[in-house]
């Protein structure tokens, strides 16, 4: 069974999507397609390299991600592939896959170079689809492009280690309001070393990061209700810090982007005593 994932910023009113997937099909009709998601703010690379970055490890090895996020080919970005932990990788080197080469050193990278090979109205997607399809099929990346060694990162994608703390930023708020940030658990886990730390952000103060959401109803008295509204921090399925709130509703409770005024790009820091 070959995988292709589809991550991109198009949204689901247009043609874009069913287009792109009839591309796939036509040059494949033997692969799988996956959505993962079509709702990325527009260009927005944190939001894209956080999403594919919690969703990858999902798929079976040798799955293909079409990346479809801000891929307009010009004198700053290039189109590349990447063989990363048994995955590939199709995006423009825009900086979004910096997250994914913070833990693990890519097996192989390429510029894509089959520009010239197409038809001259095909389309910077039409690039995609072929070279997903080639990788999909069991192609080897050196017939698609040439190796290169680095790719663009975008540092303000990485959390800072700064004397007792680490600076972060909110990089994604999901359809729940919680704000995620790009603080790992690694992190924490290698800068603590068991000390005492607040979580700290506009002026407020989170002192406990807990296991699970349920785990802040701390006392048997109090039904689980009660505790709706309050805020929370945990590490996340993909090992990001996390702040929410318990049961938010963004159109009743309300959220950490609604309550806490927590949005894209804030700061929250942890503050070890």
């Known amino acids: ?3 292709i994932t589809l991550t991109t910023d198009y949204g689901l009113k247009d043609h874009f999507v069913g287009s792109l997937k009839g591309k796939l099909l036509s040059e494949y009709s033997e692969a ?11 260009f927005n690379i944190a939001e894209t390299s956080y999403i ?5 490890s999902s798929f079976p090895k040798g799955t293909v991600h ?3 996020v801000d891929i307009e080919r010009n004198v700053e970005n290039n189109h590349i592939a990447m063989q990363w932990n048994n995955h590939y990788f199709i995006c423009a080197d825009n900086g979004v896959l910096s997250m994914l ?5 890519p097996q192989k990278l390429v510029e894509i170079n089959i520009h010239d090979r197409l038809p001259n109205d095909a389309t910077d997607l039409d690039v995609f689809v072929k070279v997903a399809c080639h990788l999909a099929k069991g192609g080897l990346l050196n017939v698609i492009g040439k190796e290169i060694k680095t790719i663009k990162e975008v ?5 800072i280690l700064q004397d007792n703390q680490i600076k972060g930023t909110v990089i994604y708020s999901d359809h729940l309001g919680n704000a995620v940030t790009n603080i790992t658990k690694k992190m924490f886990l290698e800068m603590g070393k068991g000390r005492p730390y607040e979580i700290k952000f506009k002026n407020k103060t989170i002192k406990t990061i807990l296991p699970k959401y349920s785990d802040i109803g701390i006392s048997e008295k109090y039904p689980m ?4 509204g309050e805020k929370l921090a945990i590490f996340n399925e993909a090992g990001f810090l996390e702040i929410a709130i318990f049961r938010s509703n963004p159109e009743m409770v309300g959220s950490a982007s609604s309550l806490l005024g927590l949005s894209y790009r804030d700061v929250v820091s942890i503050v070890f005593n």
């Not at 594919?52 to 990858?56: N, T």
């Not at 540092?155 to 959390?159: E, F, I, K, N, R």
């Open 52 to 56: 594919i970055g919690a969703a990858y």
């Open 155 to 159: 540092t303000d994608l990485q959390a």
């Open 101 to 105: 080469i913070q833990k693990i050193v």
């Open 225 to 228: 209700k009660d505790y709706e």
């Open 66 to 68: 079409l990346i479809g």
């Open 32 to 42: 799988t397609i996956i959505d993962i998601s079509h709702n990325i703010d527009p």
């Open 1 to 3: 069974m070959s995988i």
